[in-house]
């Protein structure tokens, strides 16, 4: 059963930094794709950026050049990196990972950015 546990969420001030960590219970190249996901109060899940198992790489517009996905493929590890944080990144972030059609999901981890 794939297994995705994310965590450093909390609370931080607008402006500062937190990085996510997202570990998973099998090779990270074992899927297709993954990401991480956000979702607000009263919102619908959207994306905030996905890695291919080829590296390719995509951001949402409202994170470019704030936000940053990395991976340590050894710890079979996922990281969001994100910077210059905002009141409106306030949400749930959430792992995410699919192969041959499935899509997998952590539990989340609560991130709120205060004034």
């Known amino acids: 059963q794939v297994q995705l546990v994310e965590s450093g969420g909390g609370l931080v001030q607008a402006g500062g930094s937190l990085r996510l960590s997202c570990a998973t219970s099998?090779?990270?190249?074992?899927?297709?794709?993954m990401g991480w996901y956000r979702q607000a109060p009263g919102k619908q899940r959207e994306l905030v950026t996905t890695?291919?198992?080829?590296?390719?790489?995509h951001y949402a517009d409202s994170v470019k050049g704030r936000f940053t996905i990395s991976r340590d493929n050894a710890d079979n590890t996922v990281y969001l990196e994100m910077n210059s944080l905002k009141l409106e990144d306030t949400a749930v972030y959430y792992c995410?990972?699919?192969?041959?059609?499935?899509?997998?999901w952590g539990q989340g981890t609560q991130v709120t950015v205060s004034s």
């Open positions: 995410g990972s699919s192969r041959y059609g499935v899509n997998y």
């Open positions: 890695i291919t198992r080829g590296g390719i790489i």
């Open positions: 099998e090779s990270i190249f074992s899927f297709e794709k």
